[in-house]
């Protein structure tokens, strides 16, 4: 049943039913007692507010250490918290929803330092927080609070940074004038941390939150010049990851041009494509086609992809894409790659080259990675290229036995019958060695490993 059909059969069922079905679900299921009980104060915003006042609370006082697979249930118990006061307080009443808000994120520190979080989801639930927190603010704007103070105040409380939403978002609540407000109290705190004396020999903390904080001013403002002016103050010499951010900021507020600045110097060579990525970004929103086609032709020479053919293809007229394709099938058949030439010559039509080439090659796949080249395998078997899936299926269980995975033998049993069953499909096997003699090779070189062995048999 659909949402709808369901909505609309719920209109038609008595009240009373209802009623008695919610209190069955009250005493039989404990876990929705809270949810059931913030449903029935819906309508009162002053008793709600007291009742999830205490389950705050409660998260505040707890001391039970939570481990990696409870924290995704107890993020599910912050979130309807969360999620209660949003829905039933936060039109009615958001003075009482910003109240319970702060409350609640004034337990990050004490819930976090008890919960194993590796997966994120109770952090993620505080970063949702952070987000009502300023639309609640935003509803309460007439209450006399200065608010960019108590943004700077609850920024402070960000060690672990489950605030990052703050600051980017303060435009919801700030003025532009009080943003920049806070922007020049951030970078007067960065300029005046790196010449602080007792910092010069140490990580300088007060100067990464500042530098830190006033990137994050520059997104609520979208200005990407305070962004840049955020990095340079701390490395006024920025390397090429801190470049990279600076032409992506100027991509992203769409000041393309700003960001050629960088682009038109020379990078090194791991970045370069880095580098290559932001020019197609650049001229794609300027419009430049000419220049486009260049660095598309560039990306495609370095990365000799089926995907970065494609976007070059796009970039160029249509009596150009022939004499390209054609270029790339030969620079394929030459290529370094043996998985990514092979996959860019499948994906052109050209079956009998791409089996060519792997069969011309067939020892160099066991250099290739796993994923890849099961990838490959598949695609060789979908084009009936049976003698270029086998030398695969092959690389890929010899890899398994050679590294005595005992744990991926069961694929490896999958991957022996299904050599079985191309062998029945090939005549000549050359240049590879028949599968008897595949077979033969493989009882001597790992006729021990009676665990593999055994998965044939099952």
């Not at 020479?301 to 004499?323: G, I, N, P």
């Given at each position: ?107 990050a520190e004490s819930v976090l330092n008890r ?270 290229c049976n003698l270029a899936a086998t030398a ?9 036995l050679a590294q005595a995975r005992s744990k ?51």
């Open positions: 049943m659909n949402v709808d059909t369901l909505k609309e059969k719920l209109a038609d069922i008595d009240a009373d039913i209802l009623r008695n079905f919610i209190f069955d679900l009250y005493l039989r299921y404990p876990e929705l007692s809270d949810k059931i009980e913030a449903l029935t104060l819906a309508n009162d915003p002053v008793a709600l507010s007291k009742v999830l006042r205490k389950r705050i609370a409660s998260l505040k006082r707890g001391r039970r250490f939570i481990d990696y697979r409870a924290s995704f249930d107890f993020a599910r118990e912050l979130e309807a918290a969360l999620a209660d006061i949003e829905s039933g307080l936060l039109e009615r009443s958001p003075e009482h929803a910003f109240d319970l808000v702060d409350r609640f994120l004034a337990t919960v194993d979080d590796s997966g994120g989801a109770v952090g993620e639930v505080y970063r949702q927080a952070a987000l009502l927190w300023l639309m609640a603010a935003k509803g309460w704007r007439d209450a006399g609070v200065d608010w960019l103070e108590r943004i700077y105040q609850l920024y402070q409380q960000n060690d672990y940074g489950v605030l990052d939403p703050l600051l980017p978002n303060a435009h919801l609540l700030l003025t532009p004038d009080q943003l920049k407000q806070l922007a020049w109290r951030y970078e007067n705190a960065l300029r005046k941390a790196l010449k602080s004396p007792e910092q010069q020999d140490k990580l300088n903390l007060v100067a990464l939150h500042s530098g830190v904080a006033l990137g994050q001013i520059a997104d609520a403002l979208r200005d990407p010049a305070l962004y840049e002016r955020s990095v340079l103050i701390h490395s006024p010499q920025s390397n090429n990851l801190q470049m990279k951010s600076i032409c992506e900021k100027y991509l992203q507020y769409e000041q393309p041009e700003m960001a050629m600045r960088y682009l038109n110097q020379a990078w090194e060579d791991r970045f370069e494509h880095d580098r290559l990525e932001l020019l197609d970004k650049v001229f794609v929103k300027t419009g430049d086609r000419k220049q486009l086609k260049v660095i598309r032709s560039r990306l495609f020479q370095s990365e000799q992809s089926y995907a970065s053919f494609t976007r070059y293809l796009e970039a160029l007229d249509e009596d150009e894409r022939e004499k390209a394709c054609s270029a790339a099938i030969k620079q394929a058949e030459q290529g370094g790659n043996i998985v990514v030439s092979a996959d860019l010559l499948l994906n052109l039509n050209q079956t009998e080259r791409a089996q060519d080439l792997v069969l011309a090659r067939h020892q160099g796949l066991a250099e290739c990675f796993y994923d890849s080249l099961l990838r490959l395998a598949k695609a060789f078997e979908k084009a009936d695969c299926y092959r690389a890929l269980l010899l890899d398994i991926a033998y069961g694929h490896g049993a999958r991957y022996y019958k299904k050599l079985e069953a191309l062998a029945k499909r090939i005549k000549v096997f050359k240049p590879l060695p028949t599968h008897h003699a595949f077979v033969q090779q493989l009882h001597s070189s790992h006729g021990r490993k009676k665990s593999f062995w055994a998965r044939l048999e099952s």
